[in-house]
């Protein structure tokens, strides 16, 4: 299995809403992260888990709170969401390399569009 | 700014034309990424290379990778419609799981 699959594909919220998202893969790969993306623009690193552990965290508003329960689940917590998050939130996951460096293909997953009200 | 800035920023070509994407970032690096993403979709790998490579292809695709300039270029030869796509590179820190992605360039390949 090559995949990561993310659920919900679309999400509409309101700011006062908590809603999660979930993403998993069945890679063994240790490595996984969240990206956001704006409309025609790049990903852009929120967070990297490496082993379960929170690797790195990108200055993340906390309204963000990310949570890895085991080595093939990512969720990423909202809660109190403002319009300007409204995005394709982006799972990856890779083999982390040896120096706890990224070494390798980073697997996506379709991502959630998320639409904040 | 960004690690990586590709230009051009987007591209129009016919079908069978080759397509050069250019890429250049600031930092020492591990290794180069090149991903492809369709409209609103996730990303799909394309080809990584190592900071000790030069050159490597897969199929259609060549990579090179320059690090003197900091720079890389993905070539696409024979283009195909189904190539049209908006196509990123993303470089992976010395240091650690930091990947940052280039501004990207949007091709599309006119039947």
């Known amino acids: 299995d090559t995949e990561v699959t993310q659920t919900p594909k679309h999400l509409v919220m309101g700011m006062t809403n908590k809603k999660s998202l979930k993403c998993e893969q069945h890679?063994?790969?240790?490595?996984m992260y969240w990206y956001k993306q704006k409309a025609k623009k790049p990903p852009e690193l929120m967070f990297v888990y490496s082993y379960e552990k929170l690797s790195i965290n990108e200055s993340v508003p906390s309204r963000f709170s990310p949570e890895c329960p085991n080595s093939s689940l990512l969720n990423l917590h909202l809660h109190a969401l403002q319009p300007e998050d409204s995005a394709l939130y982006l799972c990856a996951s890779s083999h982390p390399g040896l120096a706890g460096a990224n070494l390798d293909e980073q697997f996506f997953g379709p991502g959630t569009r998320l639409t904040v009200l | 700014s960004q690690q990586g800035e590709e230009d051009p920023q987007a591209l129009s070509i016919q079908e069978g034309e080759n397509a050069t994407m250019n890429c250049s970032y600031k930092t020492s690096i591990n290794n180069l990424q090149w991903y492809r993403q369709n409209s609103g979709r996730g990303l799909v790998h394309l080809i990584l290379i190592r900071s000790n490579e030069r050159e490597k292809h897969s199929g259609r695709l060549r990579v090179t990778l320059d690090t003197s300039k900091k720079s890389s270029s993905l070539l696409i030869t024979a283009s195909r419609a189904a190539d049209t796509a908006s196509y990123f590179c993303a470089t992976g820190g010395t240091g650690g799981f930091k990947t940052i992605f280039g501004a990207g360039t949007r091709l599309f390949v006119k039947a």
């Open positions: 890679m063994g790969h240790r490595a």
